[in-house]
């Protein structure tokens, strides 16, 4: 197939061959543009793109790039984050229409409601928020400095805490705090990696590690069989999708069991081939993510679509947040 005829096919049909991959690095090239991927993106996104990473990494990418336009292979909220950190480039999602679930539990409305029941509370929100949620945010944070961040705020202050309760439950139990309120908000696709699927696949696959992300519903029960004495707590390991990455370089485990999306299998295989991943729960799968496909990023490139604005006023408020969470701790593992 060539070029052409490639990119005359409705953004369905498109099928990420080599002419799919030479057409998106000369349309890259023509539009000035860098191309991220986050780690739940499909391979081939993976695979063409000039980086993939984590929400946070990808961001400050974008925003030490040269590049005049950052087209952002991700969720919504994520292109935002990079509008946010770079108000002066253009900033293109493949398909606007790529939500998520997360960042939909709570809206600056709510967060406003709940601020004036506590009023004087420190509001902390995990990075999956949308620019109007960071602007009435006190400090983000990622899953790999959510604790760091919390245990930075004063004992006595009230902290609010949004909008993953997984993560917000991991953050309590770490930190001991009781005056850590968590809203309740949750992710479809980690809430359904659940406890009971994780100690059935740990007994069948006893020389595994886990790797395991703090927002799957899973992590306080495996931190439970980790105490137990049913997984050697030392086989049970909570980590950023970052931090997955390390760890997945230095393990001397044949296999390991990962918790979370299941597109950060192709990374992770990538970065140790030797060692056999497998997913926990191999339906966790994020639509949203997936609404980012071959033909979406063809057509963004080709046309400048779909871009990202975020009200500047807005933007400046979300700014100091981010630019709070990355003075604490290791900013660089989100989701
Ligand atoms: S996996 Fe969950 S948290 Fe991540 S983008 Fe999808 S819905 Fe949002």
Not at 42 to 53: C, K, L, R, S, W
Not at 226 to 232: L, R, Y
């Amino acid at each position: 197939m060539t070029a052409t005829a490639s990119v005359e096919r409705t953004t369905h049909e498109v099928v990420p061959d080599a002419a799919w991959r030479d057409e998106v690095r000369r349309l890259a090239e023509q539009r000035n543009a860098v191309i991220l991927a986050h780690n739940y993106q499909v391979p081939e996104i993976q695979d063409v793109a000039d980086h993939t990473g984590d929400s946070l990494a990808l961001s400050r990418i974008a925003a030490e790039s040269d590049a005049s336009t950052i087209v952002f292979c991700g969720v919504h909220f994520m292109a935002e984050t990079a509008k946010i950190l770079s108000p002066h480039k253009t900033v293109l999602i493949p398909d606007a229409r790529a939500g998520c679930s997360l960042a939909d539990s709570i809206d600056a409305e709510q967060l406003r409601a709940w601020k004036a029941e506590h009023p004087g509370a420190v509001v902390v929100s995990y990075v999956n928020t949308t620019a109007e949620v960071k602007a009435e945010t006190d400090i983000c944070c990622t899953s790999s400095n959510a604790v760091d961040v919390v245990r930075a705020i004063p004992a006595e202050q009230e902290i609010l805490f949004c909008p993953d309760q997984f993560l917000g439950a991991h953050v309590r139990r770490e930190t001991g705090r009781e005056n850590l309120h968590v809203w309740a908000g949750e992710c479809h696709v980690h809430a359904g990696i659940n406890g009971p699927e994780l100690a059935e696949r740990a007994a069948a696959n006893p020389d595994a590690d886990l790797f395991i992300h703090p927002e799957c519903g899973c992590a306080t029960s495996a931190l439970y069989l980790a105490g137990e004495g049913t997984v050697p707590a030392e086989r049970v390991k909570i980590l950023s999708t970052g931090g997955m990455l390390t760890a997945a370089r230095a393990t001397r485990a044949r296999s390991v069991l990962v918790a979370t999306e299941v597109g950060m299998l192709h990374q992770l295989r990538k970065a140790a081939p030797d060692v056999d991943f497998r997913a926990v729960n191999d339906r966790a799968s994020c639509r949203f993510m997936k609404m980012i496909t071959p033909g979406a990023l063809l057509r963004s490139l080709r046309e400048g679509v779909d871009e990202v604005h975020v009200d500047p006023e807005i933007a400046e408020r979300a700014r100091g947040a981010v630019r709070r969470m990355i003075e604490i701790g290791n900013p660089g593992g989100g989701e």
